[in-house]
């Protein structure tokens, strides 16, 4: 039987509806709730879906960097926040995509609860369609709860450490550089980290990935 274009173009339209719909069913996925933080309500993540490693924990990390200091392994995704006994808290990150990733240092020079994002001019350009900005705590903000702004010699890199309304990309590159985190892990980051933190971000840290071995939970309310 030979269908009618009308029926090709109708059959091709509910083709892409099943599909948006089975796409935004997964994504509801990752989530499991809300809650509300600061008068902003959002989801919170349904870490059940979560690998046990992108999951915050403590680890055995050995490393000559100073306690405090905040390292990131992009080729791992993981940043590591250094404490003392050769342990460090462990979060699971996603880093920037091929071609928008960097590697230096730098320090936590502002940090923000539900910042406004405002897409520098050279993501515009690239993408017309983003809007000149979005409020803090808008569900399509893409820093989530919370940014930390790195500067080097005084100056903003552009980058920041932030949460995500994407809780899926973590673990991968997926970023225009920035490093993501769960909204759970950037505010928890957010408490522990002061203005002037010492950053770390490096291709890679193998030999202390490797030998990194699960401690126990970082407290009790640590995801599960």
């Known amino acids: ?7 090709v ?7 892409a509806v099943a599909g948006s719909v089975d796409a935004e069913a ?19 993540t349904n870490f059940s879906k979560v690998a046990p490693k992108w999951r915050r924990q403590v ?5 000559s960097e100073p306690i405090g200091t905040v390292v990131v392994d992009t080729r791992n995704h993981f940043l ?8 460090a808290i462990r979060y699971g990150v996603g880093v920037g995509k091929e071609g928008f990733k960097w590697y230096g240092r730098s320090t936590v020079d502002r940090k923000a609860l539900w910042p406004k994002w405002t897409p ?16 803090g705590g808008s569900p399509s903000n893409p820093l989530g709860a919370r940014a930390m702004y790195l500067h080097r010699d005084g100056a903003d890199t552009g980058y920041r450490f932030h949460g995500t309304i ?29 203005v002037g933190t010492a950053v770390a971000v490096l291709q890679h840290i193998a030999d202390q990935a490797d030998r990194a071995m ?7 309310g640590a995801p599960k």
Not at 1 to 7: A, I, P
């Open 59 to 63: 680890v055995k990390y050995y490393s």
């Open 80 to 87: 590591y926040l250094i404490n003392e006994n050769k342990t």
């Open 166 to 194: 994407q809780p899926w990309s973590i673990g991968t590159d997926a970023s225009s550089g920035c490093i993501r985190m769960f909204n759970e892990d950037a505010i928890d980051l957010y408490q522990r980290i002061p």
């Open 214 to 220: 699960k401690l126990d939970d970082i407290d009790r």
């Open 1 to 7: 039987m030979r269908l009618t274009r009308r029926e």
């Open 26 to 44: 997964a994504a509801a996925d990752w989530f499991a709730g809300t809650a509300t933080d600061n008068g902003v309500t959002y989801k919170r």
């Open 120 to 135: 520098p001019p050279e993501m515009i350009a690239r993408h017309p369609d983003l809007p000149a900005s979005v409020a």
């Open 9 to 15: 173009v109708l059959g091709g339209l509910a083709a």
